[in-house]
């Protein structure tokens, strides 16, 4: 029997059993038999019937077609020529499988062995593998060696197939081509042979269906013997897809791996030099020759994957070598190891594989699935079986019955998701009894629920009614119950009624009125699974009405009766007024802020995504809601629901049509009113790019014609006068009377009311907007309106218009600014307040809509003009202070870790009080916004109007004040401080030399020492030296310079221990520590000259929305900073706008193209591209640069380095 027979026949009769095991499980479900035992009885019963039945007359039938062809074998059969063939090809292979299953076992001699196919020439492959041709196979202990023949002859398609049987799927592991020297000669006869050896290779690749990996083995000669030669493992492996330069890379360091082995070897015996023989054919003429040969293998579609080029010279066969035995050299051993890593490929498709692939893994999914799903609900059975019993269990106590109800509803809730949504994967291979055990189980949940649930719920319900019921009509205590009461009502009607349960109404109704435990049951217990439990009751109560329970009649009349007394039916109320706005949405649709405007674009000036509901419109109101509060008020008496009657008796009061429509009218205003108070609040204003988009915005906003403001509060004044009516007779009557008695009995009133206007509903909500929008400009009276807020929006959009075509935009946008910083008012600011008092005139109700449109708009218009002031005091900062300072400091200590050191009175240029280039430039030029407390200097807030001063700038000002008030006290750079040297362990000696004064100390008693820095002397520097008791005088360190102290003292750790003192700890090579107290006399002495390492002047003053960007904190200060990066902000309150070019904005539909603005835009613009020498100055606080670190990239060479 042939393997794919056998395999098929193990096939078969596996899904013959599991299809038995499915017959026998479906059957027992049937007639009731769950043991498992049994059912595994009777299927092994069955099993074993049909083998003996069915099974041995086909292995009967089977061993007698065998014993009949082993009988026609024994006869002598015609000897043909196919047959001398047959055997030809069939005898090497049948040794060799007997030999290997002999040798390495009857299932591991496929795979114990790295198969090699040896082609190449007859005389080349003798020499490199001696008896191979005439033996056909050689093996050692992990190699053996086939003899495919000669790369110049067609492969032998019978040879192959044979070969193939042996291992069909991995036929080889790889294949060896023996080449000489003579085969890389770049000649046409050599290019044939060549092209001839690939295309042999590549069909005897289709036969075998696989592809091994391609090692050539080059056999040298030599005219000396080389027998007693070390053989050396020589050659290279190659990488996938190699370069041409790839290989002779590779070939190179052959060359001089070949070299120095090579002279090992002469040095030893002069006749050896087969390695520098190598060396130099490769070198001289086997390289070139080799670059252009080898890429042959490579190109090749669906060739070999060339491996390795490996040396090797004539091999001796010993004599008492075996027969079929191999000696493996070096060579042939690195092509057996590297064949274990090369993989090679398969040839077309495998059709086998994948069949059989397909197949098992069907069949293992298949039987695995039906085992997987037949315990799994077999489990789920027996668990729900065993929860079934023991929350029913009469003996258990009601905490251990409540405990198990509760895993068995988890159990039935996950049935319920299941049934619902579908088992698991693993539980669908044709066994899930999902819903027959879901149906199964609920009698048995119920009376677990009836006992542990169910009464006790219907117990305490009962019992509340009763209270209830029996209390005195009037007392207060009824009335308190009466909500609480009517819950309970509703409950245990909908207990005795599952149609009409309210599923979560229930549920949260049940676990309200039962937070108290029962007796028997602690609290923690109750909490814990009883609301789980009472909720999942109400929510399956309506799907089994067997489940009702028999309510009390008398009780529930009797509760009826009391809360219609008691609440008066306000819930019909309420469902009438939901029913009408239902009605209403249904036709009339929701209104955005363009349908508002009448289709008016506004996206220039503001937007929304908010909408006006439909149903709460002044066309709504009119067309359909005010009817149908008229016909429910007229046509139909309130209903009442049905916990509070019982359908056939009607209650004895019946609710007043007027206060229902009473009712009804300020439910349905108050929600109108709220629901434009969300749409208007929600409205916000479009943030301009630049100051010619505000004159755009400022100019659609007043333009009385195209406004959209104007359009949205005459839309808001009509919406808003919905329902208005005049004013009553009575009140005009009352009004007159107070005017004729005189002015005591007037009513005061905060704002005067026009008795011509009329009133209604929504006048508590839209007056002070319809104030502002129906106001008049009279003389002599201060009434706030929209015509003259339009009136000075007017006045500010001329006067910035006024700026940008000014010849100087800059100049005069500074001068207003400055004009603001004084106290002094304009316009501008003057229609801010306006804009300001109207918003707050509107309450806090319109907060959001008042400042949006009435606040935001003057707001950024200040902001455009601000902005330009802002830029123009930064570059006079960078001009006149920050590119001066990096001029002079740029590179130098203690700003940068360089050996240049700052100069003294450069600095002093600087920062010295009073007279120095920084506080004259604060003092004259911020003098407003700044001014100077102490050591420190503090922003003005009131005079800074909107200005954002830089925190970098603040903190860097009040570091340089510090530092100055300290060095320049006396005018000349210098600070005096003391030095007290302390004893260490080991140290013999210290001293300090510091400017010319010298500190030492030789463990005696400590002294202060008072010393100033910097010093008089004509080298200065500090310099720190030791001794110890085993060594002489150590020198720690000695920088040089002006600043060598501040350097010296960069090293030590510092310590502070109180306000004045500090200890410094200076650590040795040899692990000692030098100990020193330095005591100051001002701030911090000289270790606050350490706060200037890595310091760096801010290049702004004020903050901006084009505040350049720092430059990288590894570059030098002197290289240009990096441009700023422009990004949308999104609109909001006090947001500075930007002044750049307005071109880079989409144009809005209303706006105007100025000469003026686009020349101011462009001078603008300019300005932000700076120069590279301003640039450089664009930087804030820089981290001290990364230590550079030299990567050196690695390349991976696949080639043996022996």
Known sequence: MSKWKLFSFIIITFLFILALWWVVDYFTEIQGWNDLGQKLFIWGSACLFFTLFGLLPIMFMINNQIKAKHQEEQKSPPITEHNKKTDAVNSPFLDLATHLRHRYGLFSWRRKLRWLLVTGEAVDVEQAAPGLIAQGWQTSNDTLLIWGGSSQTPPDEAWLKQLKKLRWRRPIDAQVWVVSALHYEPTKVQKAFQDKALWHMHSRNKLLRWAAPLYLLDLRTMTWTQDEREELQVGTLFPAKPQPDTLTKLLSAVVKQTTGLGMEQVMINNRHAFLLQLAQDLEQRDIPRLRAWLPAFVTTQGGNQLRGLLFTSKVTRPDTLAEHAFLPTPAWQVVTDDSRKAKGRGVGIQWVNSAVATVLGIVLLFGVGCIVSYIGNRGLISSAEDLAKQSTDPRASLTERLTRQQAFKQQISQLQYRAEHGSPWYLRFGLSTNNKLLTVLWPYYHTANQQNIQQPIVDNLY???????????????????????????????????????????????????????????????????????????????????????????????????????????????????????????????????????????????????????????????????????????????????????????????????????????????????????????????????????????????????????????????????????????????????????????????????????????????????????????????????????????????????????????????????????????????????????????????????????????????????????????????????????????????????????????????????????????????????????????????????????????????????????????????????????????????????????????????????????????????????????????????????????????????????????????????????????????????????????????????????????????????????????????????????????????????????????????????????ATPDETATDESVQPEPAEETTIVPMMRREHDAN
Not at 491 to 512: F, H, K, Q, T, W
Not at 1145 to 1154: F, G, L, Q, S
């Open 463 to 1169: 019992g509340k009614l009763s209270e209830l019921v029996q209390m005195p009509p009037n007392s207060p205590e009824r009335a308190a119950l009466a909500k609480a009461g009517y819950d309970r009502l509703k409950a245990y009607l909908m207990l005795s009624r599952p149609d009409r349960v309210d599923a979560p109404l229930l549920g949260n109704i049940l676990i309200e009125n039962n937070k108290q435990a029962p007796a028997t049951v602690s609290d923690g217990v109750w909490q814990s699974v009883g609301p789980e439990l009472m909720q999942f009751y109400a929510s399956n109560l309506s799907r089994h009405p067997d489940w009702a329970i028999k309510p009390d009649r008398t009780l529930v009349s009797d509760a009826r009766q009391v809360l219609i007394n008691q609440i008066g039916m306000q819930n019909a109320e309420t469902s009438i007024y939901q029913g009408i706005l239902r009605r209403v949405g249904q036709n009339y649709g929701n209104m955005s802020l363009s349908q508002v405007l009448n289709g008016m674009d506004s996206r220039t000036l503001f937007t929304t995504d908010e909408e006006v509901p439909g149903m709460f419109t002044r066309d709504a109101w009119e067309g359909m809601v005010e009817k149908e509060i008229d016909k429910a008020v007229k046509n139909r008496r309130e209903e009442i629901d049905w916990v509070l009657t019982d359908g056939g008796k009607q209650p004895a009061n019946d609710i007043s049509p007027e206060v229902l429509k009473q009712r009804l009218n300020e439910r349905y205003f108050t929600d109108y009113s709220a629901a434009w108070l969300n749409f208007l609040n929600s409205i916000s204003w479009t943030r301009a790019e630049s100051m010619s988009d505000v004159i755009d915005q400022l100019t659609l906003l007043a333009d009385a014609r195209q406004s959209p403001l104007i359009g949205l509060m005459n839309t808001v004044k009509y919406q808003g006068q919905t329902a208005q009516k005049g004013r009553a007779l009575t009140e005009t009557l009352v009004k007159s009377a107070q005017a004729a008695f005189g002015s005591k009995a007037k009513r005061l009133d905060a704002i005067p009311i026009d008795d011509d206007t009329p009133v209604g509903p929504l006048d508590g909500t839209f007056a002070p907007l319809l104030r502002i929008v129906q106001a008049t400009t009279k003389e002599g009276c201060d009434n706030l309106s929209l015509q003259t807020y339009l009136t000075r929006v007017t006045r500010v959009r001329l006067k910035l218009q006024q700026i940008t075509s000014a010849p100087d935009p800059q100049a005069m946008t500074q001068s207003l600014a400055k004009t603001v910083f004084e106290g002094k008012a304009i316009d501008l600011t003057d229609t801010r307040d306006y804009g300001s008092l109207i918003a707050a005139s509107m309450g806090e109700e319109w907060a959001g809509f008042g400042s949006n449109l009435f606040v935001q708009p003057l707001e950024q218009a200040w902001q455009a003009v601000l902005e330009p002031a802002a830029m123009s005091f930064n570059n006079a900062w960078r001009e006149s202070i920050v590119d001066p300072w990096y001029r002079a400091f740029n590179g130098r200590y203690p700003f940068k870790a360089t050996a240049n050191d700052v100069s003294l009175p450069e600095l002093g240029r600087f920062l010295r009080p009073d007279t120095g280039l920084i506080e004259r430039f604060v003092s004259t030029q911020l003098g407003g916004m700044l001014h100077k407390q102490g050591d420190v200097w503090v922003a003005d807030a009131l005079n800074s109007q909107g200005l954002t001063l830089n925190p970098q700038f603040i903190s860097a000002l009040n570091q340089l004040s510090r530092i100055s008030a300290m060095l320049y006290a006396n005018g000349d750079a210098g600070m005096t401080f003391e030095l007290m040297a302390r004893p260490s362990p080991g140290v013999t000696k210290t001293e300090l030399l510091l400017d010319g004064a010298t500190l030492s100390y030789f463990n005696q008693m400590e002294s202060w020492k008072t010393l100033r820095w910097p010093g008089d002397a004509y080298t200065p520097g500090a310099q720190l030296s030791w001794s110890t008791e085993q060594t002489g005088l150590r020198l720690l360190d000695s920088p040089k310079g002006s600043w060598g102290w501040v350097r010296l003292l960069d090293k030590a750790n510092i310590t502070q221990l109180d306000s004045t003192r500090y200890r410094l700890v200076w650590k040795a090579d040899d692990g000692s520590e030098l100990n020193y107290i330095l005591r100051v006399q001002n701030n911090s002495g000289p270790v606050e000259l350490l706060s200037l390492k890595g310091f760096t002047l801010p290049a702004n003053v004020f903050l901006t929305s084009r505040t350049p960007v720092m430059p990288d904190a590894s570059g030098d200060m002197t290289q240009p900073a990096k441009p700023a990066t422009k990004t949308t902000a999104s609109p909001r309150k006090h947001t500075p706008v930007s002044t750049a070019d307005a071109s880079t904005v989409m144009p809005a539909k209303y706006r105007k193209k100025k000469a003026a603005a686009d020349k101011v835009a462009q001078s603008i613009a300019e300005q932000a591209t």
